[in-house]
């Protein structure tokens, strides 16, 4: 069984930081792509930043320059640094681990989501 658990998210006031964290635990045999998404009530989840195994990056064009992907395979954990934050950046954000297990092929697993809310 797959474990997905993401931390960090809060209030924070426009142009602070927050940085989310998001391990991944159980019979995981390897780790393919780590990426952060995030919704809002009433719209579509959307894609947020992704890091492969090779740490090849990318981003969505509304965070570029703002937030920072990374992440530490020893600790199966993908990170989200995300500065100048924005009231538009309010959401849930989710992670996603493609990976595969010992006993499963390769898959994608959700984590439940934590909330980042930027306000005044």
């Known amino acids: 069984q797959v474990h997905i658990v993401e931390s960090g998210g809060g209030f924070v006031e426009p142009g602070g930081s927050l940085r989310l964290s998001c391990a991944a635990s159980g019979s995981i045999l390897r780790i393919i792509t780590m990426a952060w998404y995030r919704q809002v009530p009433g719209k579509r989840r959307e894609s947020v930043a992704s890091?492969?195994?090779?740490?090849?990056?990318t981003y969505a064009d509304s965070v570029k320059g703002r937030f920072a992907i990374s992440r530490d395979n020893a600790k199966n954990t993908v990170y989200l640094q995300m500065d100048s934050l924005q009231p538009e950046d309010t959401a849930v954000y989710y992670c996603?681990?493609?990976?595969?297990?010992?006993?499963?092929?390769?898959?994608?697993?959700w984590g439940q989501g934590t909330q980042v809310t930027v306000s005044s």
């Open positions: 996603k681990a493609d990976l595969s297990t010992f006993t499963r092929p390769r898959n994608d697993y």
């Open positions: 890091i492969t195994l090779g740490d090849r990056t």
